[in-house]
């Protein structure tokens, strides 16, 4: 069975135009031929505020273990990121998603996120005095590229992932990665 | 000095780390070292030095397993006799004791089945009289009425409080017990039981719900700390014995061993089920493609989409979808630019024969923006030939549009009117050369790509395990496990009949039958 070993830190974003604090929920999501055995697929950062760069370190660190009897279903990490006011309301203002690279070694990503925006007049006004956002309902939609034409998005800023990857017994199998 | 002797019997618990069943008990017994126990001298004198020193030593050693009876003299007197045996018990002990040769000993036992002594619950139930006095004073305060509401809520916490050893349902069958007894009693000279004294050495109760020993009194050491053997009436008996415990070796060593094996047989066989690899047919060779599309930049129009087209050779099959397109992203607008955030992942399985070299595809973006009214315009063309090798990567891929010799008109039709898919056949971006050049391309803009290719080939030698059809094993298991039952069955039967026809024989052969002709 060849093993998957991912470590890294989900660095932080960058190019966000909110004022409020920003945290970012991650999820890996890998085909059914892919199995967690150490590590947790799922988590949560820290809340920062953004500097005088509108950019928040979070510096989350990663690192899940997978053994896997395919290629088939390379893991992704399914991003969503959150804002936090001062009065202690959250919701999301960015999604995204990115496939793990295939090559061993150190990878720096950058995710671009992205966001649905409102569509009518109505709800444009009550997101500026009230805050709040259009969400997913299908958070499929996030990492599966059909049926996404139909949404009409905001571009937001983009999330800086540093991660290495550990290969283990690809090779025995016939894969090449490199 | 007595009372000090007395005290000195300390009762143990152990918690059992291995099966009870394991278990064997020590007892080591000697004569109290006193004046009138020493050897005399007329009976010792022909002996050598060596000769006296052994036979000094008069220490005697037994050794029981767990619920191991050993018979007394006048147990076996009583059992031998089955008209003294009336309890299932004891029956079993006069069929023992008619199979097989047993020698009487000093040092017996009374196992479970002897109900020799109360259960230590039960010396709980009867140290707890009081409790019946508790008992009235709820009755004289009339609070049982809220006490058994109480105690009726098991899901309420308080009702633990009042839950008394009267309310513990707790049969006897929680314990085990076992008492190994020092048979003193005197027999007349043909073995005759005359007077009936025995001491209990050591009594052993093993919890069978929470898995633990006790041991009344505990493990000691003939040498340093012996303990007396006493009557139940405190009458010493002039000897001294030592209890030790101890669990004896796994005999089943082997048997484990070949237990181990089948089983890690077994788990082996799971597991290449589980863990087998998933390979691509002989001779063809697997490709697995993720392209992400990031972003897009330097365009002029505020809302854009791309929508892609991927061709790919003949000698490639590939069953995923090879065109789409992404969200409509509107642009973020910062320092360093304007861009469009797609994020957008396709993902496609390629095969292909594993001799042949891996040919390029052709990716062709469109990037189309739409405004207010509802109108899309073509933004730029991209072409890419993205070849097949295994690794990551990424580019930044320029865009441009075809523009018209009359840019007046173009630009207001453009304006006005808008349109898109400006070229019908998007081979012309691949093979520019061959096709009629009569318009110039304008650059608009650039989208990011990212990629990531893995390949998988078959191994040589490697091919696909066959697996049996699972109903099939199902079915010759369930097969197997019904015999098996059935065989069980059986033998439970067999052994009902033959526990029922036990007295039926007993009877013809004891000679009982006649005596009831003659009466």
Same mark, same amino acid.
């Given at each position: 069975?060849?093993?998957?070993?991912?470590?890294?830190?989900?660095?932080?974003?960058?190019?966000?135009?909110?004022?409020?604090?920003?945290?970012?929920?991650?999820?890996?999501?890998?085909?059914?031929?892919?199995?967690?055995?150490?590590?947790?697929?799922?988590?949560?950062?820290?809340?920062?505020?953004?500097?005088?760069?509108?950019?928040?370190?979070?510096?989350?660190?990663?690192?899940?273990?997978?053994?896997?009897?395919?290629?088939?279903?390379?893991?992704?990490?399914?991003?969503?990121?959150?804002?936090?006011?001062?009065?202690?309301?959250?919701?999301?203002?960015?999604?995204?998603?990115?496939?793990?690279?295939?090559?061993?070694?150190?990878?720096?990503?950058?995710?671009?996120?992205?966001?649905?925006?409102?569509?009518?007049?109505?709800?444009?006004?009550?997101?500026?005095?009230?805050?709040?956002?259009?969400?997913?309902?299908?958070?499929?939609?996030?990492?599966?590229?059909?049926?996404?034409?139909?949404?009409?998005?905001?571009?937001?800023?983009?999330?800086?992932?540093?991660?290495?990857?550990?290969?283990?017994?690809?090779?025995?199998?016939?894969?090449?990665?490199? | 000095?007595?009372?000090?002797?007395?005290?000195?019997?300390?009762?143990?618990?152990?918690?059992?780390?291995?099966?009870?069943?394991?278990?064997?008990?020590?007892?080591?017994?000697?004569?109290?070292?006193?004046?009138?126990?020493?050897?005399?001298?007329?009976?010792?004198?022909?002996?050598?030095?060596?000769?006296?020193?052994?036979?000094?030593?008069?220490?005697?050693?037994?050794?029981?397993?767990?619920?191991?009876?050993?018979?007394?003299?006048?147990?076996?007197?009583?059992?031998?006799?089955?008209?003294?045996?009336?309890?299932?018990?004891?029956?079993?002990?006069?069929?023992?004791?008619?199979?097989?040769?047993?020698?009487?000993?000093?040092?017996?036992?009374?196992?479970?089945?002897?109900?020799?002594?109360?259960?230590?619950?039960?010396?709980?139930?009867?140290?707890?009289?009081?409790?019946?006095?508790?008992?009235?004073?709820?009755?004289?305060?009339?609070?049982?009425?809220?006490?058994?509401?109480?105690?009726?809520?098991?899901?309420?916490?308080?009702?633990?409080?009042?839950?008394?050893?009267?309310?513990?349902?707790?049969?006897?069958?929680?314990?085990?017990?076992?008492?190994?007894?020092?048979?003193?009693?005197?027999?007349?000279?043909?073995?005759?039981?005359?007077?009936?004294?025995?001491?209990?050495?050591?009594?052993?109760?093993?919890?069978?719900?929470?898995?633990?020993?006790?041991?009344?009194?505990?493990?000691?050491?003939?040498?340093?700390?012996?303990?007396?053997?006493?009557?139940?009436?405190?009458?010493?008996?002039?000897?001294?014995? !030592?209890?030790?415990?101890?669990?004896?070796?796994?005999?089943?060593?082997?048997?484990?061993?070949?237990?181990?094996?089948?089983?890690?047989?077994?788990?082996?066989?799971?597991?290449?089920?589980?863990?087998?690899?998933?390979?691509?047919?002989?001779?063809?060779?697997?490709?697995?493609?993720?392209?992400?599309?990031?972003?897009?930049?330097?365009?002029?129009?505020?809302?854009?989409?791309?929508?892609?087209?991927?061709?790919?050779?003949?000698?490639?099959?590939?069953?995923?979808?090879?065109?789409?397109?992404?969200?409509? !992203?509107?642009?973020?607008? !910062?320092?360093?630019?304007?861009?469009?955030?797609?994020?957008?992942?396709?993902?496609?399985?390629?095969?292909?024969?594993?001799?042949?070299?891996?040919?390029?595809?052709?990716?062709?973006?469109?990037?189309?923006?739409?405004?207010?009214?509802?109108?899309?315009?073509?933004?730029?063309?991209?072409?890419?030939?993205?070849?097949?090798?295994?690794?990551?990567?990424?580019?930044?891929?320029?865009?441009?549009?075809?523009?018209?010799?009359?840019?007046?008109?173009?630009?207001?039709?453009?304006?006005?009117?808008?349109?898109?898919?400006?070229?019908?056949?998007?081979?012309?971006?691949?093979?520019?050369?061959?096709?009629?050049?009569?318009?110039?391309?304008?650059?608009?803009?650039?989208?990011?790509?990212?990629?990531?290719?893995? !390949?998988?080939?078959?191994?040589?030698?490697?091919?696909?395990?066959?697996?049996?059809?699972?109903?099939?094993?199902?079915?010759?298991?369930?097969?197997?496990?019904?015999?098996?039952?059935?065989?069980?069955?059986?033998?439970?039967?067999?052994?009902?009949?033959?526990?029922?026809?036990?007295?039926?024989?007993?009877?013809?052969?004891?000679?009982?039958?006649?005596?009831?002709?003659?009466?």
């Amino acid at each position: 069975m060849a093993e998957l070993h991912v470590l890294g830190q989900l660095q932080g974003v960058s190019n966000f135009q909110d004022s409020s604090s920003l945290f970012c929920r991650y999820s890996f999501q890998a085909g059914p031929n892919w199995t967690v055995i150490s590590g947790c697929p799922e988590g949560q950062t820290v809340s920062g505020k953004l500097d005088y760069a509108k950019s928040v370190i979070w510096s989350h660190p990663l690192d899940i273990h997978y053994i896997t009897k395919g290629i088939q279903g390379w893991p992704k990490l399914v991003l969503q990121v959150s804002c936090l006011d001062s009065i202690g309301r959250a919701w999301v203002v960015g999604y995204s998603c990115c496939s793990l690279p295939v090559v061993p070694g150190h990878h720096v990503l950058d995710i671009p996120c992205w966001l649905p925006i409102a569509t009518t007049l109505t709800d444009r006004i009550r997101e500026y005095f009230l805050g709040g956002s259009h969400q997913l309902l299908q958070t499929d939609i996030i990492n599966l590229g059909t049926d996404r034409y139909k949404l009409k998005t905001q571009s937001k800023g983009t999330i800086t992932l540093k991660i290495d990857l550990v290969l283990r017994n690809f090779t025995q199998f016939g894969v090449e990665y490199k | 000095m007595h009372d000090f002797k007395r005290t000195n019997k300390i009762s143990g618990v152990r918690w059992l780390k291995e099966p009870i069943h394991n278990l064997k008990i020590s007892i080591k017994i000697k004569p109290h070292d006193g004046v009138l126990s020493l050897p005399k001298f007329e009976n010792y004198a022909n002996f050598s030095d060596t000769g006296n020193a052994e036979s000094f030593d008069q220490t005697e050693e037994y050794t029981f397993k767990w619920q191991e009876k050993v018979f007394s003299l006048w147990e076996m007197q009583r059992y031998s006799d089955v008209h003294h045996c009336i309890t299932d018990t004891e029956l079993t002990y006069h069929n023992m004791l008619n199979d097989l040769e047993y020698v009487p000993s000093k040092v017996f036992t009374y196992v479970h089945d002897d109900n020799y002594k109360p259960l230590p619950l039960n010396h709980v139930r009867k140290r707890g009289n009081k409790i019946l006095d508790l008992s009235s004073c709820f009755e004289k305060l009339n609070l049982n009425e809220k006490i058994e509401r109480t105690l009726l809520k098991q899901t309420s916490s308080m009702g633990h409080l009042f839950r008394s050893e009267e309310n513990l349902d707790v049969g006897n069958e929680q314990w085990m017990a076992m008492h190994v007894v020092f048979d003193s009693s005197d027999y007349n000279e043909d073995s005759q039981l005359v007077f009936k004294q025995e001491a209990v050495l050591v009594s052993l109760y093993y919890n069978t719900t929470n898995n633990y020993l006790l041991v009344c009194p505990d493990e000691n050491q003939l040498e340093l700390n012996p303990y007396c053997a006493e009557t139940g009436t405190g009458a010493p008996l002039g000897r001294h014995y !030592s209890v030790g415990l101890r669990f004896q070796e796994q005999e089943e060593g082997e048997e484990l061993n070949v237990l181990l094996n089948k089983l890690h047989k077994k788990w082996e066989k799971k597991h290449k089920q589980l863990v087998n690899f998933c390979m691509p047919p002989l001779g063809k060779k697997v490709y697995h493609l993720t392209l992400e599309i990031l972003t897009a930049a330097e365009f002029e129009a505020d809302e854009l989409y791309v929508e892609y087209t991927i061709k790919i050779p003949e000698e490639i099959q590939c069953k995923d979808p090879l065109h789409g397109r992404t969200h409509t !992203s509107r642009v973020l607008r !910062s320092d360093e630019g304007e861009e469009w955030c797609f994020g957008h992942i396709v993902e496609l399985a390629l095969e292909m024969d594993a001799v042949a070299d891996p040919p390029s595809l052709q990716l062709f973006f469109e990037a189309i923006s739409t405004d207010w009214w509802g109108r899309h315009r073509t933004e730029g063309y991209s072409y890419f030939a993205l070849p097949l090798q295994p690794g990551s990567d990424n580019k930044r891929l320029s865009c441009s549009r075809p523009e018209e010799l009359d840019r007046v008109e173009a630009s207001s039709r453009r304006f006005f009117v808008g349109g898109c898919n400006l070229i019908k056949d998007l081979d012309v971006l691949a093979q520019p050369q061959l096709q009629d050049a009569n318009f110039i391309f304008t650059t608009t803009g650039s989208i990011t790509l990212r990629w990531h290719s893995i !390949s998988q080939s078959p191994l040589p030698g490697y091919s696909r395990p066959y697996f049996r059809p699972e109903t099939s094993g199902r079915s010759a298991s369930a097969l197997l496990l019904g015999a098996e039952a059935v065989l069980r069955q059986y033998r439970r039967a067999k052994a009902k009949l033959a526990a029922a026809t036990r007295d039926f024989r007993d009877h013809d052969g004891s000679g009982d039958a006649p005596s009831l002709t003659d009466s």
